[in-house]
T-cell receptor
Framework: DAGITQSPRHKVTETGTPVTLRCHQTENHRYMYWYRQDPGHGLRLIHY???????DKGEVSDGYSVSRSKTEDFLLTLESATSSQTSVYFC?????????????FGPGTRLLVL | KQEVTQIPAALSVPEGENLVLNCSFT??????LQWFRQDPGKGLTSLLL?????REQTSGRLNASLDKSSGRSTLYIAASQPGDSATYLCAVSGNQFYFGTGTSLTVIP
């Protein structure tokens, strides 16, 4: 398995509070991605990073920000959590980038916003 | 915008049966199509990747086909086993990955 960990694995929070999810990789892969998975929608891309301090928006980026200060870490922040952000969040990595190759996924973080 | 559809949403079969999972997509301008497996509470594991220039890929009991012009892919699982029980997702890549909602497969011993 690719060396990808996510923390926390489970979190319950209240509406309006900030939340940060962490993705950590040991593979030294350039590209990292954040997805959310919701019933009826499949996985949708939130943000991705193509290098340290280089990030871009995905399909559902509103309400989320990201940061990547080190190759191995990619943080996803919900500035002010809302109930619509209740979801399972997955981090993924790919070796040299682009969407022409496979991605390796972390175990996911289950977030509940009350 | 690319739309990816997987039918059926759920499938239950007896052990040993051969089965086919379906995936369709609306935009044929893709780099590749992948099939993933997802076990409950876990991440996705890539099973097969078919480049847009290819027609099929095989791995063990799994065979995936791609007909880009018609926007269809199938995943064929031969001699199904209880350990094959999982959700199977297909994803196509263009300017990003677009995922289907998956087919939940149960193989009954």
């Amino acid at each position: 398995d690719a060396g990808i960990t996510q923390s926390p694995r489970h979190k319950v929070t209240e509406t309006g509070t900030p939340v940060t999810l962490r993705c950590h990789q040991t593979e030294n892969h350039r590209y990292m991605y954040w997805y959310r998975q919701d019933p009826g929608h499949g996985l949708r891309l939130i943000h991705y990073s193509y290098g340290v301090k280089d990030t871009d928006k995905g399909e559902v980026s509103d309400g989320y920000s990201v940061s990547r200060s080190k190759t191995e870490d990619f943080l996803l922040t919900l500035e002010s959590a809302t109930s619509s952000q209740t979801s399972v969040y997955f981090c993924a990595i790919s070796p040299s980038g682009s969407f022409q190759e496979t991605q390796y996924f972390g175990p996911g973080t289950r977030l509940l916003v009350l | 915008k690319q739309e990816v559809t997987q039918i059926p949403a759920a499938l239950s079969v007896p052990e040993g049966e051969n089965l086919v999972l379906n995936c369709s997509f609306t935009d044929s301008a893709i780099y590749n199509l992948q099939w993933f497996r997802q076990d409950p509470g876990k991440g996705l594991t890539s099973l097969l990747l078919i480049q847009s220039s290819q027609r099929e890929q095989t791995s063990g009991r799994l065979n995936a086909s791609l007909d880009k012009s018609s926007g269809r892919s199938t995943l064929y699982i031969a001699a199904s086993q209880p350990g094959d029980s999982a959700t199977y997702l297909c994803a196509v890549s263009g300017n990003q990955f677009y995922f289907g909602t998956g087919t939940s497969l149960t193989v009954i011993p």
